[in-house]
């Protein structure tokens, strides 16, 4: 039978034309498929990049462009104000802007505006005086709460109505620098106080704060061809913080003469409070002396006279001291003290070490340690406390009724400056009795009357004291006196300070 004749040879031929159909209309592989999504998806990543970069770039844009605005709105403001008020409120120079501030903004949220102000000096050959304060210098920088992100700043610059006459010549300034006594670092936020000036000049009567530097400047100020009335200028010490004995007024000048063309540069030392000295009296062998004691703390800056230890304890801690007196200022119980200053290694102006002598006195005899020096506190500022033992010595110094016979004498120092007592005076007895090494060193502060009185030990033959006396720390006298045992029970010694 032929292949036509067979039942199957017309669907064979069917099948064999549709195969072969199919072969010529077939489509994409899968493979050819994923190929294709993974080309398409490689096109589309540097395009959907640039379309997102494009829209942050936009959408920054329009942030800035509002806080450009924002910026503009708080220069305009800016100048529209007073020459004087132009500084920032508890900043120098002081003013009433307040900064920082916040505000929100469109597509940005909450932002905050920093205003920067600052004084400037040209540095012009025909501006032969520094004002440094012909005009001032503004920033204004806006930026985005949240992220930090700066979006503006914006300068300009606020100069007075009228140029200062003569090139500033007859101008006068003043500066105060605020540091740490002992590491000499910067001070910020100290308040300086201006008051007085021959005028009421929108400049004065101020209180203004240190910078970053630790530096206040009040410029611009106006003169007088005598000098007065004058400037005062006064600091107040930073929360945590005294004011070094040295510039205390009156032993620091704080008036300032308004004289044509002053420059006033100064610095005010600090110190962190907090500052303290524990001393031990021990007896010959080093156990602690609990037979009733008196301690002197003495030093270059300040001391303290006659603390009692009473019987039964062995410790006594320093927290305050007396700096030197001022002439004429009222006798007062207790004399006006400071909290203890720091004396550390290295600090400027070198502050000598305390010296610390003890001493006790009987009926019938006397024990005395020699003066110890130890330096305040022991780590500053991490650690401000300290501690020094101090050991009378094997020598006793018997006392008597009979002067001849006593080995502890009394030294009545009379201060006078120009012929007139002088009180509340410092004074400062030294020596080296025989039994005592290196010597003793008490601190006394005159009375009403100008007068402290010294106990002081005495051996046969002759003691040579060193009698010191200042005010302010810088009139000083200084005298010389020897004890004998046949002296009397009290000697006087006059010192006169100039």
Not at 164 to 190: C, E, F, H, K, Y
Not at 278 to 288: F, H, I, L, S, W
Not at 404 to 412: E, F, G, I, P, Y
Not at 473 to 485: E, K, M, V
Request: net charge neutral; charged share 10%; with cysteine.
């Amino acid at each position: 039978m032929s292949a036509e004749g067979r039942i199957d040879a017309p669907f064979g031929r069917a099948t064999t034309r549709i195969s072969r159909r199919l072969r010529q209309e077939a489509g994409f592989t899968l493979i050819e498929v994923l190929l294709a999504g993974v080309m398409l998806a490689i096109l589309s990543v540097p395009i959907s990049g640039l379309l997102s970069t494009t829209a942050a770039i936009a959408r920054l844009d329009r942030q800035r462009t509002s806080a450009d605005q924002l910026a503009q709105k708080q220069i305009e403001t800016i100048h529209a104000l007073p020459y004087f008020d132009v500084g920032l409120v508890g900043a120098n120079p002081q003013g009433t802007i307040a900064s920082p501030t916040t505000a929100t903004l469109p597509s940005i949220g909450s932002v905050t505006v920093t205003t920067k102000v600052t004084f400037v000096a040209d540095a012009l050959p025909s501006n032969q005086y520094p004002t440094s304060a012909d005009y001032k210098k503004v920033v204004v920088t806006v930026t985005n709460t949240v992220t930090g992100k700066v979006l503006s700043t914006k300068t300009t610059y606020i100069a007075p109505a009228s140029a200062p006459p003569n090139a500033g010549s007859g101008w006068i300034q003043i500066q105060r620098t605020v540091v740490d006594a002992v590491t000499n670092l910067a001070l910020p936020g100290a308040s300086v106080n201006l008051t007085g000036g021959p005028d009421t000049n929108p400049v004065t009567n101020r209180t203004d704060t240190t910078d970053a530097a630790g530096t206040v400047l009040f410029p611009g100020l106006s003169t007088t061809s005598n000098g007065t009335p004058g400037y005062t200028i006064l600091t107040t010490p930073l929360a945590g913080y005294s004011i070094f004995p040295d510039d205390l007024a009156p032993a620091s000048v704080t008036s300032v003469a308004s004289t044509v063309g002053n420059n006033s540069v100064g610095t005010v030392r600090m110190y962190k409070q907090g500052v303290s000295l524990t001393v031990n009296v021990q007896d010959k062998n080093g156990n602690p002396y609990t037979g009733g004691a008196t301690v002197s703390l003495d030093s270059s800056r300040c001391g303290v006279q006659a603390i009692n230890i009473p019987s039964g304890q062995s410790s006594y801690t320093f927290t305050n001291c007396y700096p030197w007196g001022t002439e004429q200022v009222p006798l007062v119980s207790p004399l006006p003290s400071t909290l203890l200053p720091p004396n550390v290694l290295g600090q400027v102006p070198l502050d000598d070490k305390y010296y610390v002598t003890a001493w006790s006195t009987t009926a019938t005899t006397g024990n005395w340690s020699s003066g110890t020096a130890v330096s305040v506190p022991s780590s500053y500022p991490g650690t401000l406390t300290q501690s020094v033992n101090v050991k009378m010595v094997s020598a006793t110094f018997p006392y008597n009724a009979t002067p001849a016979n006593s080995l502890q004498k009394n030294l009545v120092v009379t201060v006078k400056k120009s012929g007139v007592n002088d009180t509340n005076a410092r004074v400062e007895v030294t020596g080296a009795p025989t039994g005592i090494s290196p010597g003793i060193a008490l601190f006394g502060t005159t009375n009403a009357s100008g007068q402290v009185t010294f106990t002081v030990p005495v051996v046969s033959g002759s003691t040579t004291f060193t009698v010191n006396a200042n005010e302010l720390g810088a009139i000083r006298g200084s005298a010389t006196q020897a004890l004998q045992q046949s002296s009397a029970a009290s000697t006087n010694l006059t010192v006169n300070i100039s």
